[in-house]
C-alpha cells in the first residue's frame, strides 16, 4: 500500500522550531521529487518546498526562504522539513507529497503562537 505519513507538528512561540517528517510506504523517494503544502484556515493551498528531480532541484516559497529547510534521506524512505524563525503566519496544516502530486500524506497541524 502506497502511504506518506507526517509527523511533528505541534505548537511553537514565535521564533521557535519544528522539524516535520514525511516517511514514504510503498514508492521510493529516490524516484519520486517531493513537496511540502501547507494551508493556513481560510487560504488556499500553498506550495513551501520543493526538492525534484532526484534531489537536484530545490525550491522555497518567498515567504520561508532562509528560514525552512527541505531534504531527503533515501535510505529512510523520508522526507523533512526543518523550520526555524516560526512566524504567527506559518500557522497551518503542512502536507507532504510528490512532485507530481499524485501522491499526498493526511498532513500535520503547525501553530505558531504565544
Known amino acids: 500500500e502506497v502511504q506518506l505519513v507526517e509527523s511533528g507538528g505541534g505548537l511553537v512561540q514565535p521564533g521557535g522550531s519544528l522539524t516535520l517528517s514525511c516517511t514514504a510506504s510503498?514508492?521510493?523517494?529516490?524516484?519520486?521529487?517531493m513537496r511540502w503544502h501547507r494551508q493556513a484556515p481560510g487560504k488556499g493551498l500553498e506550495r513551501v518546498a520543493s526538492i525534484c528531480t532526484a534531489g537536484h532541484m530545490i525550491e522555497y516559497a518567498d515567504s520561508v526562504q532562509g528560514r525552512f529547510t527541505v531534504s531527503i534521506d533515501n535510505a529512510k524512505n523520508t522526507l523533512y522539513l526543518q523550520m526555524n524563525s516560526l512566524k504567527t503566519e506559518d500557522t497551518a496544516m503542512y502536507y507532504c507529497?510528490?512532485?507530481?502530486?499524485?501522491?499526498w500524506g493526511q498532513g500535520t497541524q503547525v501553530t505558531v503562537s504565544s
Open positions: 507529497a510528490t512532485c507530481s502530486g499524485d501522491r
Open positions: 510503498g514508492f521510493p523517494f529516490s524516484t519520486n521529487g
